[in-house]
């Protein structure tokens, strides 16, 4: 360093010398943290939410919102196929 440490006058805007950082170190050498991604995930899919089935309103995690929205849609593009080809299934067991 240009000064010699016993002139140097700690002050504001001018920390010790030993505690500022060293030629070329970063301020912080372990960076920022990581965002886990499953968590993150996990996280949203448990969130409430408000829907309406068969007329009544119900509160329900996310995740499972969205398995029955896939459900429904799945259900509706096999009906407007077999409408289209004339196809009937009759009694249908899911599970």
Do not use: C, W
Request: charged share 30%.
């Amino acid at each position: 360093m240009a000064e010699d440490e016993y002139d140097y006058k700690v002050g504001p805007g001018r920390p010790p010398l030993h505690t500022r950082f060293k030629k070329g170190q970063s301020g912080n050498p372990d960076g920022r943290r990581k965002k886990n991604m499953r968590a993150l995930l996990a996280d949203a899919l448990d969130q409430p939410v408000f829907v309406t089935i068969d007329g009544e309103r119900r509160q329900i995690a996310k995740r499972e919102a969205v398995v029955h929205q896939l459900f429904d849609a799945a259900l509706g593009r096999i009906a407007r196929g077999a409408v289209r080809h004339n196809i009937s299934f009759g009694p249908v067991l899911l599970f």
